[in-house]
């Protein structure tokens, strides 16, 4: 089995997430990835929550030949090692051999020191989008996505966005049944932060195989609160009804109104966690009708009323751009 060797950059007050979720995605993925840690000098770097971790290797005595893969880790540390001439210019030399180059969260900036994505579309923490815009203008920043390809250069969103994107390049690389045994056994479940879109591919479920049943998908994915009824879904899918539903359930090992289900409560979740509206306000806007079927479904599946579900989760935390914004 070949393996893929993948080159992880850090710096000093790197954030440890956009390290060590990608490492690990890969990782499970098998004997098909070889990672390896490279930063300014070999030794100890330390993150910026004070997590320390050890680089195999310096930019000085690392060549930039044989890399499949480079991904360049975000931090509250990016702007000072963006400054790092010898890091800088390895970085570019590096992506210039490699296959492909990844970045997470703000390691985006390291990127376009470099030189690297001029012209591209690209992709970063939401809280430091307009600052891309400003200093890069000959990039085409995208904060909607959670991750974006753009040839070769893929670019995450914030701190566990990189595990979606190295969920993504362990299915470009292997397929998406190995992407999605890799995902089912990390238990990830992806919650997206505030300005970002509300929702990644659903790792509860396989993914379609199809283009119609992944129309159908989508769909259902950009307005949760719509009807989704089966001849709805259909038409978007360009199938019969009764077509449809059997290669969703083939596809997706659910039939189209358990996915419709677990989307709006996915949805009402996130709602309810990140806001003020009312309970009633978010069961209309995610296609519950009432707040009492909102709170039978919320029993059904979480076990939790909605009123009490945002009381235990809720975040009372500062900010996401004030604190742990890599």
Same mark, same amino acid.
């Given at each position: 089995?070949?393996?893929?060797?993948?080159?992880?950059?850090?710096?000093?007050?790197?954030?440890?997430?956009?390290?060590?979720?990608?490492?690990?995605?890969?990782?499970?993925?098998?004997?098909?990835?070889?990672?390896?840690?490279?930063?300014?000098?070999?030794?100890?770097?330390?993150?910026?929550?004070?997590?320390?971790?050890?680089?195999?290797?310096?930019?000085?005595?690392?060549?930039?030949?044989?890399?499949?893969?480079?991904?360049?880790?975000?931090?509250?540390?990016?702007?000072?090692?963006?400054?790092?001439?010898?890091?800088?210019?390895?970085?570019?030399?590096?992506?210039?051999?490699?296959?492909?180059?990844?970045?997470?969260?703000?390691?985006?900036?390291?990127?376009?020191?470099?030189?690297?994505?001029?012209?591209?579309?690209?992709?970063?923490?939401?809280?430091?989008?307009?600052?891309?815009?400003?200093?890069?203008?000959?990039?085409?920043?995208?904060?909607?996505?959670?991750?974006?390809?753009?040839?070769?250069?893929?670019?995450?969103?914030?701190?566990?966005?990189?595990?979606?994107?190295?969920?993504?390049?362990?299915?470009?690389?292997?397929?998406?049944?190995?992407?999605?045994?890799?995902?089912?056994?990390?238990?990830?479940?992806?919650?997206?932060?505030?300005?970002?879109?509300?929702?990644? !591919?659903?790792?509860?479920?396989?993914?379609?195989?199809?283009?119609?049943?992944?129309?159908? !998908?989508?769909?259902?994915?950009?307005?949760?609160?719509?009807?989704?009824?089966?001849?709805?879904?259909?038409?978007?899918?360009?199938?019969?009804?009764?077509?449809?539903?059997?290669?969703?359930?083939?596809?997706?090992? !659910?039939?189209?109104?358990?996915?419709?289900?677990?989307?709006?409560?996915?949805?009402?979740?996130?709602?309810?966690?990140?806001?003020?509206?009312? !309970?009633?306000?978010?069961?209309?806007?995610?296609?519950?009708?009432?707040?009492?079927?909102?709170?039978?479904?919320?029993?059904?599946?979480?076990?939790?009323?909605?009123?009490?579900?945002?009381?235990?989760?809720?975040?009372?935390?500062?900010?996401?751009?004030?604190?742990?914004?890599?």
């Amino acid at each position: 089995m070949t393996d893929r060797r993948i080159v992880f950059v850090v710096f000093d007050g790197f954030q440890p997430l956009d390290l060590t979720g990608p490492h690990e995605v890969f990782r499970s993925a098998g004997d098909d990835y070889a990672c390896e840690v490279v930063a300014p000098r070999a030794g100890p770097v330390r993150s910026g929550s004070g997590l320390l971790v050890h680089a195999g290797h310096g930019v000085a005595d690392l060549g930039p030949a044989g890399i499949d893969t480079l991904v360049v880790v975000g931090g509250r540390g990016v702007d000072r090692a963006r400054q790092d001439e010898a890091l800088v210019s390895w970085i570019a030399a590096a992506a210039a051999g490699a296959r492909r180059v990844a970045s997470v969260c703000s390691g985006v900036f390291l990127l376009a020191a470099a030189g690297l994505l001029d012209g591209r579309r690209v992709t970063t923490h939401w809280a430091r989008e307009e600052q891309l815009a400003r200093e890069h203008p000959e990039v085409r920043v995208d904060c909607e996505p959670i991750f974006v390809r753009d040839g070769r250069v893929w670019t995450s969103a914030g701190v566990t966005a990189g595990m979606d994107l190295a969920l993504a390049l362990v299915e470009d690389d292997l397929g998406r049944d190995v992407a999605h045994a890799v995902a089912r056994q990390l238990v990830l479940f992806l919650r997206r932060p505030g300005g970002q879109s509300q929702f990644s !591919v659903a790792l509860w479920s396989r993914q379609p195989a199809t283009d119609p049943v992944r129309a159908a !998908v989508t769909a259902i994915h950009a307005d949760p609160g719509a009807r989704h009824d089966i001849a709805g879904l259909a038409a978007h899918a360009g199938l019969s009804p009764r077509h449809l539903q059997r290669r969703f359930a083939a596809e997706l090992g !659910v039939p189209p109104a358990a996915y419709v289900e677990r989307v709006r409560v996915e949805a009402a979740q996130l709602a309810l966690t990140e806001g003020d509206e009312p !309970v009633e306000a978010i069961a209309r806007r995610y296609g519950f009708a009432t707040a009492e079927t909102l709170r039978r479904t919320f029993h059904r599946r979480l076990g939790i009323a909605p009123s009490d579900y945002r009381a235990r989760f809720r975040s009372t935390a500062e900010p996401a751009d004030a604190r742990h914004v890599s």
